[in-house]
C-alpha cells in the first residue's frame, strides 16, 4: 500500500511563497501520476495541478497557472509544489494523491492514494 505524506504547509502573508513537499513510500512512485488538490471548509475539493510520471507533462487550474509550479523527484519518491504570489483564496488544505492517468479533475474516484493533508492559510 503507498503512503503519502505532505509538509511545508503554514502561514504567509499575501504575496508570499511555499513549497509543499509530499514523500511516497509502500510503493513505485515513478508508476503513478501525481496531483495536488485542495479543499477548504464548506468547498468542493479543487483541483490544483497534477504530473507525469516521466515530468513530461504537467497541468494546472487556471486559478493558479503562472503561480504554482508542479515538480517530482523520482530518486527521492518526492513531489513538489511551489507556490508563488499566494492569495487569500488560496487558503486550504492541500493533498496529493497518486493517480493512474492525466485527468485534470477533482473527483476522489480518480486517485488511489492520498497523503494526510497539509493546511496552508494566506493572511494578512
Known amino acids: 500500500q503507498v503512503q503519502l505524506v505532505e509538509s511545508g504547509g503554514g502561514l504567509v502573508q499575501p504575496g508570499g511563497s511555499l513549497r509543499l513537499s509530499c514523500a511516497a513510500s509502500?510503493?513505485?512512485?515513478?508508476?503513478?501520476?501525481m496531483g495536488w488538490l485542495r479543499q477548504a471548509p464548506g468547498k468542493e475539493r479543487e483541483f490544483v495541478a497534477v504530473?507525469?510520471?516521466?515530468?513530461?507533462?504537467?497541468y494546472y487550474a487556471d486559478s493558479v497557472k503562472g503561480r504554482f509550479t508542479i515538480s517530482r523527484d523520482n530518486a527521492k519518491n518526492t513531489v513538489y509544489l511551489q507556490m508563488n504570489s499566494l492569495k487569500p483564496e488560496d487558503t486550504a488544505v492541500y493533498y496529493c494523491?497518486?493517480?493512474?492517468?492525466?485527468?485534470?479533475?477533482?473527483?476522489?474516484?480518480?486517485?488511489?492514494?492520498w497523503g494526510q493533508g497539509t493546511q496552508v492559510t494566506v493572511s494578512s
Open positions: 504530473i507525469s510520471w516521466s515530468s513530461r507533462s504537467t
Open positions: 509502500g510503493g513505485t512512485f515513478s508508476n503513478y501520476a
Open positions: 494523491a497518486t493517480s493512474r492517468g492525466l485527468y485534470r479533475d477533482s473527483d476522489a474516484r480518480l486517485y488511489d492514494y
